[in-house]
């Protein structure tokens, strides 16, 4: 289990967008938001290099639950599985912790790990995007219906790694999300 967890880690270090940028001659983090995530890459590359890149860091995450329950660890062991490729993210020890932001690794990790939790915030997420008027605020609710859903569907035990993910999540996107309640809440 242990060598799964630094499979985990190590496979979350594969930062798709560092790739696509290297592809294209761009290094992503001299640009813009200077992040490493889809967002970023779409923005300085375009459409294709979004998706790509989302379509990269969600895989790697799907990739390590689908591998945890392939070798038949109990889900918590899975989930934190999850856990750690996020970490691996967001942290890279070979880029001295300054990765991604984890919003495609954690959709692509709970998109397996907890299909029924997905789609409930997956929802939450479409029902607020148009009265929100912002993705990082709207992803504040569809968070929050996720955990929701996780202490709704007794699954704490298994899905606590997710809860911690989403805190790690919250940390990076800290800034955005302060910018984001300015310009949103300063236009009274």
Request: glycine share 10%; charged share 15%.
């Given at each position: 289990?242990i ?5 985990a880690y190590l ?5 798709t967008?560092w790739?696509i940028?290297?592809?294209k001659g761009?290094d992503?983090r001299?640009q813009r938001s200077?992040?490493l995530g889809a ?5 300085v ?7 790509l890149?989302?379509l990269?860091?969600?895989?790697k995450?799907a ?14 062991a899975?989930?934190?599985?999850g856990?750690l490729?996020?970490?691996?993210h967001l942290f890279p020890?070979?880029?001295k912790?300054k990765?991604?932001?984890g ?5 692509g990790?709970t998109?397996?790990?907890t299909p029924?939790?997905f789609?409930?915030m997956f929802?939450?997420f479409?029902i ?8 990082t605020?709207t992803?504040?609710?569809a968070m929050a219906?996720y955990l929701?859903g ?5 699954e ?11 805190l790690?999540i919250?940390?990076?996107?800290r800034?955005?999300i ?8 300063s236009?009274a």
């Amino acid at each position: 289990m242990i060598l799964y967890w630094i499979t985990a880690y190590l496979i979350g270090n594969f930062l798709t967008a560092w790739w696509i940028g290297k592809w294209k001659g761009v290094d992503l983090r001299q640009q813009r938001s200077g992040n490493l995530g889809a967002r970023n890459a779409g923005a300085v590359i375009g459409k294709t290099a979004f998706f790509l890149t989302f379509l990269g860091d969600a895989l790697k995450a799907a990739a390590v639950i689908w591998l945890g329950r392939y070798v038949e660890y109990d889900e918590w062991a899975v989930a934190v599985g999850g856990l750690l490729v996020i970490c691996g993210h967001l942290f890279p020890f070979w880029l001295k912790g300054k990765g991604g932001k984890g919003i495609a690794s954690f959709i692509g990790a709970t998109l397996y790990l907890t299909p029924e939790l997905f789609a409930a915030m997956f929802i939450v997420f479409f029902i607020f995007l148009p009265f929100v008027k912002s993705a990082t605020l709207t992803m504040l609710f569809a968070m929050a219906a996720y955990l929701i859903g996780i202490f709704l569907s007794g699954e704490i035990p298994s899905c606590w790694p997710m809860a911690a993910a989403m805190l790690l999540i919250l940390a990076k996107h800290r800034n955005d999300i302060a910018e984001s309640f300015h310009q949103r809440f300063s236009k009274a």
